[in-house]
């Protein structure tokens, strides 16, 4: 008795562990977004901030972008998903019967990534709330880092891959 008692508290408290993952990026992704702000203005590169704020903290929000209301289902991909071969994260667009699809691919549960986590929920979420741009989703996420921290992430790669210097959108 006392063996599957063990047992059961080992696996309580191992199974949470993978599920706060994705909380805990939420989450900390909320507080630096939070945190930037009121610095933000009410619209920062083409995003909508306050629909912005309502997909990522209540997960629905009013879209002028897509229309109507909209609600955000966060859901888990499998590595034979041809975009989880490649993403660590993607987005479902557009949206269908007034929702959203993000789909977390194993790649976002690599132990020791909590800030590529964070970052990819804040860039996710710009598709979400005004679409497939790749370079407005990774400068609006930078700025949201550099104005809660003074610092963002190096995205050098991406932001040439995507050819984003010729977007319009700038790094901060």
Same mark, same amino acid.
């Given at each position: 008795?006392?063996?599957?008692?063990?047992?059961?508290?080992?696996?309580?408290?191992?199974?949470?562990?993978?599920?706060?993952?994705?909380?805990?990026?939420?989450?900390?992704?909320?507080?630096?977004?939070?945190?930037?702000?009121?610095?933000?203005?009410?619209?920062?590169? @083409?995003?909508?901030?306050?629909?912005?704020?309502?997909?990522?903290?209540?997960?629905?929000?009013?879209?002028?972008?897509?229309?109507?209301?909209?609600?955000?289902?966060?859901?888990?991909?499998?590595?034979?998903?041809?975009?989880?071969?490649?993403?660590?994260?993607?987005?479902?667009?557009?949206?269908?019967?007034?929702?959203?699809?993000?789909?977390?691919?194993?790649?976002?549960?690599?132990?020791?990534?909590?800030?590529?986590?964070?970052?990819?929920?804040?860039?996710?979420?710009?598709?979400?709330?005004? @679409?497939?741009?790749?370079?407005?989703?990774?400068?609006?996420?930078?700025?949201?880092?550099?104005?809660?921290?003074?610092?963002?992430?190096?995205?050098?790669?991406?932001?040439?891959?995507?050819?984003?210097?010729?977007?319009?959108?700038?790094?901060?």
């Amino acid at each position: 008795m006392r063996f599957c008692l063990a047992l059961f508290l080992v696996f309580l408290t191992l199974a949470p562990a993978r599920a706060d993952v994705v909380d805990t990026a939420f989450s900390r992704a909320v507080d630096q977004f939070e945190t930037a702000l009121p610095q933000l203005p009410a619209e920062l590169f @083409g995003v909508d901030v306050s629909a912005y704020r309502y997909a990522l903290t209540v997960r629905q929000f009013s879209s002028s972008y897509w229309g109507g209301t909209i609600s955000l289902r966060v859901e888990s991909g499998s590595k034979e998903n041809a975009s989880c071969a490649r993403f660590a994260a993607f987005v479902r667009l557009p949206p269908s019967n007034g929702h959203v699809s993000l789909i977390l691919c194993p790649q976002f549960r690599t132990e020791g990534a909590d800030a590529l986590r964070r970052l990819t929920v804040l860039h996710e979420l710009v598709h979400v709330v005004a @679409g497939p741009d790749e370079c407005r989703a990774m400068a609006f996420a930078a700025q949201i880092e550099y104005l809660a921290s003074g610092a963002f992430t190096n995205v050098d790669r991406y932001w040439q891959a995507n050819e984003c210097d010729s977007s319009g959108f700038g790094l901060p």
